[in-house]
């Protein structure tokens, strides 16, 4: 019966790891998979997490099993940090703990398909995985326009779509530092974006994967807030592979608001199967250093002063890019306007082709780079290359 099976392409992202590990070029560029680099061009294990690491292997007593809900220490200290100080909204919101953002973008969409949504719609473009998740989960995918030509969001499009949504439908939106265009919703557009929600029928679900990493913990989660201070359910899928660098961890978490605080065992229960049918229990060590990370007051700031050293250089990455005006037929100006990780670059498969054959600079056929994969060492070469492949 094995062999009916058809190759598959491999993910054309995870891809490019290794065609960057492979390539011997001295001087090559990885702008493709999102992972945060020093100026040095590492991604090193955070000094908090390395303490709380630390501490773990000296005070855990037993690996036994947690359940399929996971840690919930780690789960429910998150929840000021996402949320807000009184986010546990009256009882009615709830979480638990997913093998990273992805497991928890899976069971927001499963679960969501057990409360009877057959379609979701998100902005085009957005992190591929999503349309993959939706496709394998069986949910229909409606796709809007995320942003506009010149470079901003294009709001008007959620709220259409949010606006249109009818029962058993679900509208997808990403909290902050959009995969993978780096064009955030305003705050204007995120209040007028909640407001169409709670008018309309669509479920909310929003993904926070990058918390942290576009103007600061709160900031970022404005949007997030917003939305479900105005409506009575939502979903919340939320990654801290990124914001703690914990990413082979895999370290997520998925919260769930029901409409009263009586609902949310039965909407838990839920989770907790689909949870036992896939992964039975997320894995434990990444969620239980964040935990500890997360009860000590002198490791969370020093986890938040990391955040803020990282978010930091990639402003002064993306303003020099800014700086650097274009690049050939590339204008480079909206870089600095955008956040996170992550931009798009109007360049054509070719021209990605030939930036990494020619120049041995990886970056995702989209057109999206990674602009953490920049510092001074290398900043002069990929403008060079960009405006050589496009002039
Ligand atoms: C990315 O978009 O590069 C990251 O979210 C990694 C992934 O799993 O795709």
Partial sequence: MLDRLEPQAPDALLALIKLYADDERADKIDLGVGVYRTGQGDTPVFAAIKQAEQRLVEEQESKSYLGPEGDMGFVNALIPHAFGRDGTMGGRLQGMQTPGGTGAVRLA????????????HLGAPSWPNHAQILADVGVEAAMFEHANPDGTANAEAALAAIRGAKEGEAVLLHGCCHNPTGIDYSPEEWDAIADAFAGGAA?????????????GMEEDAYGLRRVLDAVPEALVAYSCDKNFGMYRDRV??????????GQIDAIQSNLNA???AAWSM?????????????RDADLTALWLDELETMRERMR????????AGTAGAVDLAPLAH????FSVLPVSKEQVERLRTEHAIYMAGSGRINVAGLHGGNIEK??????????
């Fill in 316 to 323: 002064r990455v993306r303003q020099s890019l800014a700086d």
């Fill in 382 to 391: 990929f403008v060079q290359a960009l405006a050589a492949v496009t002039g």
């Fill in 274 to 276: 689909l949870a036992r």
């Fill in 252 to 261: 997520g978490a998925l919260y769930a608001l029901a409409r009263d605080a």
């Fill in 203 to 215: 479920l909310p679900i929003l993904d926070l994967a990058y918390q942290g990493l576009g103007h």
């Fill in 282 to 294: 997320p894995p434990d060590h990444g969620g239980a250093a964040v935990r500890i990370v997360l």
């Fill in 338 to 341: 955008q956040n996170g990780l």
């Fill in 109 to 120: 969409v499963a679960v969501a398909q057990r409360a009877g949504v057959s379609r979701i």
